[in-house]
C-alpha cells in the first residue's frame, strides 16, 4: 500500500535527522538558556554566513520581520509602499497595520512576480518604499526593480519567506541570494516554509548596519541597553529552541532546495504535454527553489480538478484564491474588480501540487498518471 501523499511532509523529513536534532533540543533544554540562549546567535552567524550578508536579525516569525524592517525604516503615517496583489496577506498586513498605505501592482503572469512594467506607474510623490515577493520560489526580477528604486529614492523590502536559497544573477554576473539585495530582507521559518523549525521563526537580513541596529531594537522593545528604550519596538524573537532545530537544518537546505527542483524538473517533463495546464516558467535570472510547484488549470474547471484529485487522496492548494484588492479587510483602498487582471486570473486557475522533500518517485508517479486522467476526462 502507498503511503499517504502529503503537501509537505514534516515528519519523514525530521526522522533523516532525528538524532541531531534531538540532541541539539536536549542540549537547549538541559541548559535552559530558553530566551536568546546561545544557538540564536550561532544560528543568526551561520544564517549570515550561508545568505553572504552581514546582518541577520532573527525574530518571532516571518510577518514580524517585515513589521521589524518598516518600522526601522522610520516611515510616517500616509507613506505610500507598493506590493504585488498576488501574495500572502502577510505583506499587505503590516503596511497597513503601521497606517502606511499599500498600493498593489499587478504580476507576471509567467513568474507570478511584481511586473516590473507596472511598478514604476505606481510610484507617486507619497511613494517610499516597494515590497517585492520571491513566490513560490523564485526571485522578482530584482535588477530592474533596483534601478527604479534607485531613480525614485525608494527602499527596497525583500519578502523572501518561499525564497530561502534562491539565487539572482545580476547582468555584470554577480550572483545574490533572496533577502540580501535590498535594503532589507525578511523571511520566514514556518515549519512548511523550505527552512522549517518546529513552531514559528524568522529573520531580516541586511547589509545594512544602521538598519541592523533599528531592527534589533526594534523587535526588542526598543532598547539597546536594558530598561532604556529609545524607540517604540515590539517584543519578537526567535526561539532557543527554534534556533537550535535551524542550526542543524541550516547545512541541509541546498539539498533540500535541490530535492525539490528534482520533483519540480519530473513534473515537467511529464506534464509538458498536457494541453489545459499551463507549467511554472523558470524566470531568466533566478533559480527556483520550489516552494511550491504551482500550474495554472486554464483548460478546464480548477475546483473540479483538485476535488476530483483530493478524492484520489492527493492534497493540492489554492495560493491564493481571492485576491487581496478583492479582501474584505482591503476593499477601503478602493479598487474594483478588474483592477489587476492578471492576478484574478491566477486565483482562479492557480493550482500547487504536492512537493516536499519526502515525496518518493511511485507517489509522484501517482499524482502525475492521476491528474494526466482526470484532465483528458475533463470538459474543455
Ligand atoms: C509565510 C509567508 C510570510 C509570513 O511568514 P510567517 O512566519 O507565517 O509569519 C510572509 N510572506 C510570505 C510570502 C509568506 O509565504
Known amino acids: 500500500m502507498q503511503q499517504k501523499i502529503h503537501m509537505v511532509d514534516l515528519l519523514g523529513q525530521y526522522q533523516k535527522i532525528k538524532p541531531e ?28 554566513h550561508y545568505n553572504r550578508v552581514s546582518h541577520v536579525v532573527t525574530c518571532g516569525n516571518g510577518t514580524d520581520a517585515i513589521q521589524i524592517a518598516l518600522m526601522a525604516l522610520g516611515l510616517g503615517p500616509g507613506d505610500e509602499v507598493i506590493l504585488p496583489v498576488h501574495t500572502y496577506v502577510a505583506t499587505a498586513e503590516i503596511i497597513a497595520l503601521l497606517r502606511l498605505k499599500p498600493v498593489f501592482v499587478d504580476v507576471d503572469p509567467a513568474t507570478f512576480n511584481i511586473n516590473i512594467k507596472q511598478l514604476e506607474a505606481a510610484i507617486s510623490p507619497q511613494t517610499k518604499a516597494v515590497v517585492p515577493v520571491h513566490l513560490y520560489g523564485q526571485c522578482a526580477d ?18 523572501a519567506a518561499q525564497a530561502v536559497g534562491a539565487t539572482y544573477t545580476f547582468a555584470d554576473g554577480t550572483v545574490k541570494k533572496a533577502g540580501t539585495m535590498g535594503d532589507m530582507g525578511c523571511t520566514s521559518f514556518f515549519p512548511s516554509k ?35 528604550h529609545d524607540i517604540v519596538g515590539c517584543n519578537s524573537r526567535l526561539d532557543t529552541l527554534q534556533a537550535a532545530v535551524l542550526k542543524v537544518k541550516l547545512p541541509h537546505l541546498d539539498a533540500y532546495n535541490a530535492t525539490r527542483n528534482k520533483v519540480a524538473e519530473r513534473y515537467t517533463a511529464l506534464l509538458r504535454q498536457q494541453e489545459k495546464i499551463i507549467l511554472p516558467t523558470m524566470a531568466k535570472n533566478s533559480s527556483h527553489v520550489f516552494h511550491q510547484y504551482t500550474v495554472r488549470v486554464t483548460g478546464t474547471d480548477r475546483d473540479k480538478v483538485k476535488e476530483q484529485l483530493q478524492a484520489a487522496g492527493i492534497p493540492t492548494m489554492i495560493y491564493y484564491p481571492v485576491p487581496l484588492h478583492l479582501q474584505k479587510a482591503y476593499r477601503h483602498l478602493g479598487y474594483a474588480a478588474g483592477a489587476f487582471p492578471v492576478a484574478e486570473e491566477l486565483s482562479a486557475t ?31
Open 21 to 48: 536534532v534531538d540532541a541539539a533540543l536536549q542540549q537547549v533544554i538541559d541548559r535552559t538558556a530558553f530566551i536568546n540562549g546561545p544557538e540564536v546567535q550561532d544560528f543568526s552567524q551561520a544564517f549570515a
Open 142 to 159: 530584482m535588477e530592474p526593480l533596483l534601478a527604479i528604486a534607485r531613480k525614485h529614492g525608494l527602499f527596497v523590502v525583500e519578502d
Open 194 to 228: 523550505n527552512l522549517g523549525c518546529f513552531g514559528d521563526g524568522g529573520a531580516i537580513l541586511t547589509n545594512n548596519e544602521t538598519l541592523a541596529t533599528r531592527a534589533r531594537m526594534i523587535a526588542n522593545h526598543g532598547q539597546r541597553i536594558k530598561y532604556h
Open 350 to 380: 492557480v493550482l500547487s501540487l504536492p512537493i516536499h522533500t519526502e515525496l518518493a518517485e511511485e507517489q509522484q508517479d501517482y499524482i502525475i498518471e492521476t491528474l494526466i486522467h482526470i484532465l483528458d476526462q475533463s470538459p474543455r
